[in-house]
């Protein structure tokens, strides 16, 4: 059964000692920085940028509905298809019955072999909350009920061989404006989390350090408006020091994130916003945070060995996964998955190892990433031809590469020619054009001449936004702050791209 001061961007001098309290057999935890599920944001093709910028950051899929799972696994595969790269790997369940989530997180775990299984208790759409039928509500709605919560847990944690945690937030109110705080208080989520751990054993929390708002406030409202309370997860950390908790919630930078994981309670820190705007905030996170070798090391000596083999090409797939351990790495969590039961995910997205360390410039990241949009193209033509608007399109693996032009000259513009060329493709696609006909790395490559040629081949940690300063709201156990409006990370974040 499953357990459950320095530069933005570069390392410091001096790498804070982290805790070593949730490291096991001599791995490094792979929790310690993670990327937030965001819906329409976190698929498989975004998660494959991430990964060409971080080897160990652990990765998130977007919210899948437990009715989807059970009903349509067999015949929309792509629908939890990924690639053996993207390990550690975390699936994250939406649903409030514990009999489908069961057979959900069955799913997951036999046939998929994800690292971990998640229940969202976190989002506030309205879509989820506020359901005619008040039984089948779910996301932030679960809350309201911490013992259905953790029978819900229980079940999928009896049914799986892998960790099952819960990410939710700090109370939910039923308006903005309301005066009932009965839901919305330290003593009410320290009560869910004891309630639901002594319920179905789960040991792993991640808290989206604010309230929901479950009516009168849209989603995009839910992750600005609530003010951040980073201090109350703090002290859950403090009160339940058997427990482990992730931080998710305006985290912008990493020197923000090392300043939550100094003091070694809390197990680690998730972003999401911030990354999907610009995946290079992922650039140093391997070296700083899991000990690493510094990637431009790692280049120049794997460059030498790959010319002496004559096997330094642009395509990305090679043996780099079997020899040094790159995607799945030997970061804690990861499966092993040499067994046959791959399913259908491995005919969609089992294309080969991703020589993430070795993307040490923008250039790098999108040869590499254009390479795998070829495969994925060349190996689901007629997929491609039935639903032009489904994830295996050229339009939504370009989606994913946006963010690369962030905070370069000519960035803006490299945006509206990937959007405009791969839109241009899929209306091409419709009309009956072959598909063969078509270079996804020839269109890359074009929209990428938008940038300047500095700025594409500049190290990526020199693209990281700097850092914003963002207030926090004052609670009587920990340090405040004022303002308390941030963009955090949310679950139900459908707005993550940047606007």
């Known amino acids: 059964m499953g357990g459950g001061g320095d530069d933005a961007c570069g390392a410091t001098s001096q790498p804070p000692v982290w805790s070593t309290r949730w490291d096991s057999g001599g791995r490094i935890d792979s929790h310690r920085i993670s990327v937030a599920p965001m819906l329409e944001c976190t698929d498989t093709h975004f998660r494959r940028v991430c990964r060409l910028v971080s080897r160990r950051a652990h990765l998130w899929t977007e919210m899948v509905n437990q009715d989807a799972v059970v009903h349509s696994w067999r015949s929309k595969p792509e629908m939890l298809a990924y690639g053996d790269e ?36 976190g989002c506030p759409s309205n879509r989820v909350v506020n359901k005619k039928d008040v039984a089948t509500c779910f996301g932030a709605a679960l809350m309201r009920d911490p013992t259905h919560v953790g029978e819900c847990l229980r079940r999928m944690r009896e049914a799986v061989d892998v960790p099952v945690t819960v990410k939710h937030r700090l109370g939910v109110r039923p308006t903005e404006k309301s005066p009932d705080d009965s839901m919305d208080s330290y003593a009410f989520v320290s009560e869910f989390v004891d309630v639901v751990n002594q319920a179905s054993g789960v040991k792993h929390f991640i808290v989206h350090a604010r309230a929901a708002v479950l009516s009168g406030l849209s989603t995009t409202g839910n992750r600005t408006v609530p003010p951040l309370r980073h201090a109350e997860v703090h002290a859950l950390a403090d009160d339940f020091p058997s427990l482990g908790f992730t931080l998710n919630g305006g985290i912008e930078t990493m020197d923000q994130a090392a300043e939550h994981l100094e003091s070694g309670k809390l197990r680690g820190v998730m972003l999401g916003r911030a990354v999907y705007r610009n995946p290079a905030v992922l650039a140093e996170v391997d070296a700083r945070f ?141 009309g009956g054009e072959p598909p063969e006909r078509l270079s996804f790395s020839d269109l890359v490559r074009d929209a990428s001449s938008e940038m300047h040629a500095d700025d594409l081949d500049a190290p990526l940690a020199a693209s990281c936004a700097p850092a914003r300063a963002h207030g926090e709201a004052r609670y009587g156990r920990g340090a405040g702050g004022g303002g308390g409006r941030d963009d955090g990370a949310d679950e139900g974040d459908v707005h993550a791209r940047e606007r």
């Not at 514990?98 to 057979?103: I, K, S, V």
């Not at 399913?343 to 360390?357: E, H, Q, V």
């Not at 031809?385 to 963010?403: H, I, W």
Request: overall charge negative; charged content about 30%; glycine content about 14%.
């Open 86 to 121: 993207e390990h550690p790997l975390t699936v994250q369940l939406g649903g409030a019955s514990p009999e489908r989530l069961a057979l959900a997180a069955t799913v997951c775990d036999a046939e998929y072999r994800y690292d971990e299984i998640n229940l969202n208790c």
């Open 290 to 430: 899991y000990g690493d070798e510094p990637r431009e090391a790692f280049r120049e000596r794997y460059a030498g060995e790959a010319r002496v083999a004559g096997r330094w090409d642009s395509d990305g797939f090679d043996d780099f996964t079997n020899r040094f351990g790159g995607g799945g790495g030997d970061s804690g969590g990861n499966r092993t998955t040499e067994d046959d039961r791959l399913g259908s995910r491995g005919s969609f997205f089992a294309l080969g190892g991703t020589d993430s360390a070795a993307c040490v410039t923008r250039r790098d990241v999108l040869e590499r990433y254009a390479a795998y949009g070829d495969a994925v193209c060349a190996m689901n033509l007629d997929h491609m031809v039935k639903f032009p608007n489904a994830l295996l399109t050229p339009r939504r693996l370009a989606k994913a590469a946006l963010g690369l032009g962030h905070g370069a000259r000519g960035g803006g513009a490299f945006r509206r020619a990937c959007e405009r060329e791969f839109g241009e493709w899929t209306r091409r696609l419709k």
